[in-house]
T-cell receptor, first 112, second 116 residues
Framework: EPEVTQTPSHQVTQMGQEVILRCVPI?????FYWYRQILGQKVEFLVS????????KSEIFDDQFSVERPDGSNFTLKIRSTKLEDSAMYFC??????????FGPGTRLTVL | GENVEQHPSTLSVQEGDSAVIKCTYS??????FPWYKQELGKRPQLIID?????GEKKDQRIAVTLNKTAKHFSLHITETQPEDSAVYFC???????????????FGQGTILTVHP
């Protein structure tokens, strides 16, 4: 059964550094998402991406964040200058049209 | 925007008992309501979902009910087992397609503990 994959599983970075989190959505899916989950809290929507552009973003997704689908398979989230409060688990998800979103295993980002 | 409230935040039951988790939502345009189970350090996994044209759906020991008028939906787990212990999240969405891009708004989560 196809799965969403994410790399790396854990990323440690210094405050102010740039990080890129990578995702490979399921191949025939059309809608792609990034969510984050701060430890012990709920999952929060960051951004959705459809037809090679951002379709919706939350107030969390400020100018420090960007997303890209550089080729036909990868979907990336870039944080330009990380802050301590960016420490969280970041989940990528994808869906075709049926509603169910399939989540990747997550990348744990630790900002020191 | 959509707001989803979930209760209770923790739920402790004995093995074999039933567990009920309730959620309310605010946006009447929401039409898709999934429930996710998340084990420690793992990804959220869909366990059941319901669409707004259906009032109830059942899958073995798990059932979900939806009351569109009252804007609430509930997860029912019967004959609970220790392996049901996890965090459960409800969510609300408009299904992707047309003018909706399908973002999920999650509730705060319920920590379910099933004691043997």
């Amino acid at each position: 059964e196809p799965e969403v994959t994410q790399t790396p599983s854990h990323q440690v970075t210094q405050m102010g550094q740039e990080v890129i989190l990578r995702c490979v959505p399921i191949s025939n899916h059309l809608y792609f998402y990034w969510y984050r989950q701060i430890l012990g809290q709920k999952v929060e929507f960051l951004v959705s991406f459809y037809n090679n552009e951002i379709s919706e973003k939350s107030e969390i997704f400020d100018d420090q964040f960007s997303v890209e689908r550089p080729d036909g398979s990868n979907f990336t989230l870039k944080i330009r200058s990380t802050k301590l409060e960016d420490s969280a688990m970041y989940f990528c998800a994808s869906t075709r049209l049926a509603g169910e979103q399939f989540f990747g295993p997550g990348t744990r980002l630790t900002v020191l | 925007g959509e707001n989803v409230e979930q209760h209770p935040s923790t739920l402790s039951v004995q093995e074999g008992d039933s567990a009920v988790i309730k959620c309310t939502y605010s946006d009447s345009a929401s039409n898709y309501f999934p429930w996710y189970k998340q084990e420690l350090g793992k990804r959220p996994q869909l366990i059941i979902d319901i669409r707004s044209n259906v009032g109830e759906k059942k899958d073995q020991r798990i059932a979900v009910t939806l009351n569109k008028t009252a804007k609430h939906f509930s997860l029912h787990i019967t004959e609970t087992q220790p392996e049901d212990s996890a965090v459960y999240f409800c969510a609300a969405s408009s299904r992707a397609g047309g003018t909706s891009y399908g973002k999920l708004t999650f509730g705060q989560g319920t920590i379910l503990t099933v004691h043997p």
